[in-house]
Each structure stands twice: as structure tokens, then as C-alpha cells.
């Protein structure tokens, strides 16, 4: 009867052991409007393939980028693997916002939160915070600030990639009493600013007002 009891608290306990566990951290927790939030989540099992569900956060936060890494240790003919993935959060509104649970492959990560504030932040640590930011950039013009109705403008998206993430990307803008259209493909090319090289994605629309803002 002993044995029975034990071979059927090994079976039971089994399938929590081979399940990865995914911990979650937010750099920084407190950001001003505007700023860049790198959200890191990462799991103990680089082997389950699983890709995060990243909808519940488009919420209250714009996607950026996303970038994936994977570790792998040998440890007394042991082998263990870890999965990194890193998301380029920007939010959409100031407050206290809740970052929820999400999932990856069978496995859900923790909730946890970020406050975002209209003042400027304090903090010791601003090369980390400002070396964040300076990965990812989004930069837009327009060659008419007071156009008239139906007047064509031209404006500008530049995404500035430093080649940390795999797959930076924005999304299209959108135009209220206006018509938008992109002018062909966007153009990829190389600058350097403040010492560090970045991969710029460069889209330009046209732009015609339909209405006049008064």
C-alpha cells in the first residue's frame, strides 16, 4: 500500500516540476510620460518555444520592440537553459498602470505595475535610465506647421533602432479630419548621433487637412 501511495504522489507531482517559471522585471519602475519601459521576462525552459501574447498590454501601452535571447549552462554534465525576451513599452497615459499576466507557451507570468507621472523623474541612476531610452527612438516633422484645407503636407517618421532589438517597429499614425497616405516603401539607412549608431526606418506620408481647427 506504501508503494501505491508513493507512485501516485510522484505522478501527481511530475508535471509541476517540468513546467518553466517566468519571472518579470520592469526597468524603471517609475517613468516619466514619454519615456521608454523595458519589460523583461524571462523563463527557465528555452526549450518550450513559447512566444508572449503581448495584447493585454496594448491597453495602456504602445509596443516599441521586442528581442529574444537564449542561455544555455552545463553545470556537472547537467544541462540547463533559460529564454530572455525584452519588450520596448511606451505608455499611453500617466498613473499607476497595471502590467497584467501574460502568456507564454502553457506558463503565465506574474501581474505587476509601473507608475508613469507627468514630472520629470529623480533618480541616482540616470546613465541606466538614459542609456534605455537611447535605444529605441521615434522622431517625426512635417514641412508645414499651418497648412490651409486640402493643402498637401508632407510628414515624416524616423525610427531610430541602435540594433539592440531584433524588431523595433511603431505603428502607423493616424489622422483625424485628414486624408493620410504613404509615399511608397519606407527607406532603411545608417547614422551615428551622440557616439552610437542606429538602423533608421524612414516612412513618409502625405498628409491633406479636411477640416480647419479652430
Known sequence: MKKFLSLIFIGCIWPVMVLAAITVQVEPGKVQM?????????????QSGGVPDLT?????FRIVGTERSMNYTFINGQSQSSSRWTVLLIA????ILPIPALQIGREQSPATQVEVTNEPTTSFDTGSQASVQDEVMLKTEVNENNPYISQQVIYTVRLYNSGRLLDAEYQPPKAENALLIALGDADRYQTVENGRTYVIE????????????R
Not at 499611453?92 to 498613473?95: D, I, V
Request: no cysteine.
Open 92 to 95: 499611453k497615459k500617466s498613473g
Open 56 to 60: 493585454p498590454l496594448q491597453k495602456d
Open 34 to 46: 514619454g519615456d521608454t519601459i523595458q519589460l523583461i521576462l524571462t523563463t527557465d525552459d528555452a
Open 202 to 213: 524612414e516612412q513618409r506620408y502625405a498628409v491633406f487637412p479636411q477640416k480647419v481647427e
